[in-house]
């Protein structure tokens, strides 16, 4: 875009903003509502629910006119929403059968010592969050941990801290890995493989990085010979219904690498498979439906009508059309810099519906992977960082392991200012 271009877009933005002053004004407040509502649900005793901010800030946009509700409608991505409710359908089903918690409990067998142990913890949750959402592994897969720690007389923070680590650097080498990670790849247009091969040396050197920085910090617990104890536990296992979910669960997989050759979208073939898997498999389909997180789905589509609100009135017009971000070793590096302060925030899901209409007008692929890849592990430098740090805290208290603040604090910043440099050397040389 010229310069002559830029100015004469400012221009008529200018006419628009002294003609309707007041409805930008109206969908300043109610974006600024929504995300003040979206920060304080993550400070402690303050009851703000993240979708119900976001709801109320959609529902805005319609009553006070800045958009109709055709307009809120069509803001609405339904490829995202669509990727999501078929992984979510999938992950459910595999859930209740209980393959997450036999992975987990059969891949931990394999260690013997504390270095192991934590070794095999890193590498299976990372590759697992890749391609399973990171959210329902670090779930299923902490009371595994907790109970292998008991009975084998060891600390279980270290591994914990260990597990919420490597399940959001690992979650960061797919699509299909986390929720922000589906935003940038429908709106990106990057196909799986792609997005697979170039983030995932950044994935795998990050879970390098949590073995060693983990061990450092912890180096009396590890030096120690403890004999680690595996032993058989209360989980139900639908070996069954596995026999038809786990091979339709590995054929999206498949297609999700081969399925442009094919014509397929990643939505479509997420979809498909849902559907496969409620038909084939054996969990009651009620049952699968009912554990899909809805509420999430709800809080995408409202943070996509308050954005399209906030677009529609100009109020980001400046970071749309000046471009302030472009593909050089600058973007990549002050990309990096907003992801870790915006994600500690509003968290990395809505601070990533708030970046995709910067990024579209910029040609290439390198900033969207850029934004993948630094939002997705900037969730690692606090608690509060990314929904899977809360989900292991929460989970790991309810059986009376406390993860402090501070403990978190001190190795998470230290793994993200790491990996963030192992992102950026990646991304530099997509260049």
Same mark, same amino acid.
């Given at each position: 875009?010229?310069?002559?271009?830029?100015?004469?877009?400012?221009?008529?933005?200018?006419?628009?903003?002294?003609? $309707? =002053?007041?409805?930008?004004?109206?969908?300043?407040?109610?974006?600024?509502?929504?995300?003040?509502? !979206?920060?304080?649900?993550?400070?402690?005793?303050?009851?703000?629910?993240?979708?119900?901010?976001?709801?109320?800030?959609?529902?805005?946009?319609? /009553?006070?006119?800045?958009?109709?509700?055709?307009?809120?409608?069509?803001?609405?991505?339904?490829?995202?929403?669509?990727?999501?409710?078929?992984?979510?359908?999938?992950?459910?089903?595999?859930?209740?059968?209980?393959?997450? =918690?036999?992975?987990?409990?059969?891949?931990?067998?394999?260690?013997?010592?504390?270095?192991?142990?934590?070794? +095999?913890?890193?590498?299976?949750?990372?590759?697992?969050?890749?391609?399973?959402?990171?959210?329902?592994?670090?779930?299923?897969?902490?009371?595994?941990? !907790?109970?292998?720690?008991?009975?084998?007389?060891?600390?279980?923070?270290?591994?914990?801290?260990?597990?919420?680590?490597?399940?959001?650097?690992?979650?960061?080498?797919? !699509?299909?890995?986390?929720?922000?990670?589906?935003?940038?790849?429908?709106?990106?247009?990057? $196909?799986?493989?792609?997005?697979?091969?170039?983030?995932?040396?950044?994935?795998?050197?990050?879970?390098?990085?949590?073995?060693?920085?983990?061990?450092?910090?912890?180096?009396?617990?590890?030096?120690?010979?403890?004999?680690?104890?595996? &032993?058989?536990?209360?989980?139900?296992?639908?070996?069954?219904?596995?026999?038809?979910?786990?091979?339709?669960?590995?054929?999206?997989?498949?297609?999700?690498?081969?399925?442009?050759?094919?014509?397929?979208?990643?939505?479509?073939?997420?979809? +498909?498979?849902?559907?496969?898997?409620?038909?084939?498999?054996?969990? &009651?389909?009620?049952?699968?439906?009912?554990? /899909?997180?809805?509420?999430?789905?709800?809080?995408?589509?409202?943070?996509?009508?308050?954005?399209?609100?906030?677009?529609?009135?100009?109020?980001? $017009?400046?970071?749309?059309? *000046?471009?302030?971000?472009?593909?050089?070793?600058?973007?990549?590096?002050?990309?990096?810099?907003?992801?870790?302060?915006?994600?500690?925030?509003?968290?990395?899901?809505?601070?990533?519906?708030?970046?995709?209409?910067?990024?579209?007008?910029?040609?290439? $692929?390198?900033?969207?992977?850029?934004?993948? *890849?630094?939002?997705?592990?900037?969730?690692?430098?606090?608690?509060?960082?990314?929904?899977?740090?809360?989900?292991?805290?929460?989970?790991?208290?309810?059986?009376?392991?406390?993860?402090?603040?501070?403990?978190?604090?001190?190795?998470?910043?230290? +793994?993200?200012?790491?990996?963030?440099? !192992?992102?950026?050397?990646?991304?530099?040389?997509?260049?």
């Amino acid at each position: 875009m010229t310069n002559i271009e830029k100015r004469q877009i400012y221009k008529e933005r200018f006419y628009f903003y002294r003609k $309707d =002053s007041g409805m930008q004004i109206t969908a300043l407040v109610i974006f600024i509502i929504t995300y003040i509502g !979206i920060i304080f649900t993550r400070l402690p005793k303050i009851n703000v629910d993240r979708p119900s901010a976001a709801f109320f800030g959609a529902v805005a946009m319609i /009553v006070f006119g800045v958009l109709n509700l055709e307009e809120a409608v069509k803001a609405i991505d339904y490829n995202t929403i669509a990727l999501l409710l078929g992984m979510m359908i999938i992950i459910s089903t595999l859930q209740l059968d209980g393959f997450f =918690s036999l992975i987990a409990e059969k891949t931990l067998s394999w260690s013997k010592t504390p270095i192991r142990l934590l070794m +095999v913890i890193t590498f299976i949750t990372g590759i697992a969050s890749a391609f399973l959402v990171n959210d329902a592994v670090v779930l299923l897969f902490t009371p595994v941990i !907790i109970a292998i720690c008991r009975a084998s007389s060891l600390n279980p923070v270290p591994y914990l801290i260990a597990e919420i680590l490597s399940s959001n650097v690992g979650s960061a080498m797919t !699509i299909t890995g986390n929720p922000q990670n589906m935003l940038i790849g429908i709106n990106s247009g990057i $196909d799986y493989a792609t997005f697979f091969y170039k983030l995932m040396p950044v994935s795998l050197l990050g879970m390098v990085v949590i073995v060693l920085v983990v061990r450092m910090f912890y180096r009396s617990h590890f030096d120690s010979s403890a004999v680690i104890v595996v &032993k058989e536990h209360n989980f139900e296992y639908g070996y069954h219904s596995m026999r038809y979910s786990v091979p339709i669960f590995l054929g999206v997989v498949a297609l999700f690498f081969f399925g442009k050759m094919l014509g397929l979208s990643i939505p479509v073939i997420a979809l +498909v498979g849902a559907s496969l898997i409620l038909i084939f498999g054996k969990v &009651k389909p009620s049952q699968v439906i009912r554990n /899909v997180d809805w509420v999430l789905l709800l809080f995408f589509a409202s943070l996509f009508i308050v954005v399209e609100g906030a677009v529609k009135t100009g109020l980001m $017009d400046f970071f749309i059309h *000046s471009q302030p971000l472009s593909e050089s070793p600058g973007g990549i590096v002050t990309l990096h810099g907003l992801s870790l302060a915006l994600s500690q925030i509003v968290s990395n899901v809505p601070y990533t519906v708030m970046m995709l209409p910067v990024l579209k007008p910029i040609p290439g $692929d390198v900033l969207w992977l850029t934004l993948a *890849s630094a939002s997705t592990l900037a969730g690692n430098a606090t608690i509060i960082g990314a929904m899977a740090n809360l989900i292991v805290i929460e989970s790991a208290g309810k059986q009376k392991v406390h993860i402090g603040f501070w403990e978190f604090f001190k190795i998470g910043i230290v +793994v993200t200012l790491l990996s963030f440099v !192992i992102s950026i050397g990646v991304l530099l040389l997509m260049l």
